[in-house]
């Protein structure tokens, strides 16, 4: 069975600081990894996504991912937060074979301060 | 292109009364998922149709939810009767396929309390 683990419930920057938000998965079997990112009262929005691809992903309003198979982990970062960053993000896996199920994580809810 | 749609965006009910979820996925998507997301976890799917038909209904609490998806299009989600731990947002999402890692696009929600 595949799993994820999110750090982290709650995760507070100042405007312009480094964002960064750890995601560490369990897959016995190559996995597909996806950051969601949900504001208040909507669905979710995919950020970005890894299927096996290069290691380094981008995705959208600047945010990026890296997987490390080593470690076991698909943290997303963002090198400067804006306010309009402050949001809950999702990580979530599936895999090949797996019939687009996902499986998500308890999410993080960022907070940018000024 | 129009997104998931979604009805009622916030129900009220008591307990042990019955309600229902509407969902309209993006036009030519086959596939149709319903996900249950308590306040503080993460979305936890409950079925997931390819077109008209049922692929995984492994985590619906059938004895009082059902779903379906007539023509396979739009798609209700019914619990009855309702209990307290049914108080979530039902987030209704789809995609065009099923095979590897087709994008899936959530609508708004529907956010339940069941008093």
């Known amino acids: 069975a595949q799993s994820v683990t999110q750090l982290g419930s709650h995760v507070s920057v100042s405007e312009g600081a480094l964002v960064l938000l750890r995601c560490n998965y369990s897959?016995?079997?190559?996995?597909?990894l996806f950051w969601y990112v949900q504001y208040p009262n909507q669905g979710l929005q995919l950020l970005l996504k890894y299927t096996s691809a290069a290691t380094l992903v981008k995705g959208i309003n600047g945010f990026e991912a890296e997987f490390k198979k080593s470690e076991t982990s698909f943290h997303l970062t963002k090198p400067s937060a804006h306010m309009s960053d402050a949001a809950e993000y999702f990580c979530a896996v599936t895999f090949t074979g797996g019939g687009n199920k996902l499986t998500f994580g308890t999410g993080t809810q960022l907070k940018v301060e000024l | 292109e129009a997104g998931v749609a979604q009805s009622p965006r916030y129900k009220i009910i008591e307990k042990r009364q019955s309600v229902a979820f509407w969902c309209n996925p993006i036009s030519g998507h086959a596939t149709l998922y319903w996900y249950q997301q308590i306040l503080g976890q993460g979305p936890k799917l409950l079925i997931q149709f390819q077109n008209n038909g049922v692929v995984d209904d492994s985590q619906l609490p059938k004895d009082r939810f059902s779903a379906e998806r007539l023509k396979g299009v739009d798609s209700t989600l019914k619990i009855q009767p309702a209990k307290l731990e049914d108080s979530a947002v039902y987030l209704c999402a789809s995609s065009l396929q099923r095979t590897g890692v087709d994008e899936q696009y959530f609508g708004p929600g529907t956010r339940l309390t069941v008093t």
């Open positions: 897959s016995s079997v190559p996995p597909y």
